[in-house]
């Protein structure tokens, strides 16, 4: 079975710092690129993508603050998130390229179709 599990969200005041994981199953790292996602309100936006050799990309809204990386051993991929502000509010998604193609469009990229997210909530 296809799954991927998201854990490492909570609450922080603005300005702190946490580190989301997704850990895939059903299929290997080494065959997708991953992305991370989010959906506030009905938003949803793209926020960066890692690919299975490392490549990474970056939104201009997270560019900075946040820092993608993966343990292919563990197929698990990380988003960590630094200088947190109110507006990063938001369920966070990882996705792979896997089964949501092209990897890049948003369209159903935030339905939780494969994980259930990661609430993450920064408080001013």
């Known amino acids: 079975q296809v799954q991927l599990v998201e854990s490492g969200g909570g609450s922080v005041q603005a300005g702190g710092s946490l580190k989301l994981s997704c850990t895939a199953s059903g299929f290997s790292r080494d065959d997708s690129d991953m992305a991370w996602y989010r959906r506030s309100g009905n938003e949803c936006e793209l926020l960066s993508t890692i690919?299975?050799?490392?490549?990474?990309f970056y939104a201009d809204s997270v560019k900075g603050r946040f820092t993608v990386s993966q343990n292919n051993a563990k197929n698990t991929v990380y988003l960590q998130m630094n200088s947190l502000k109110p507006e990063d509010t938001a369920v966070y998604y990882c996705v792979s390229s896997y089964f949501h193609y092209p990897l890049t469009t948003t369209t159903g990229a935030c339905e939780g179709y494969w994980g259930q997210g990661a609430q993450v909530t920064v408080s001013s």
């Open positions: 690919s299975s050799v490392g490549q990474t």
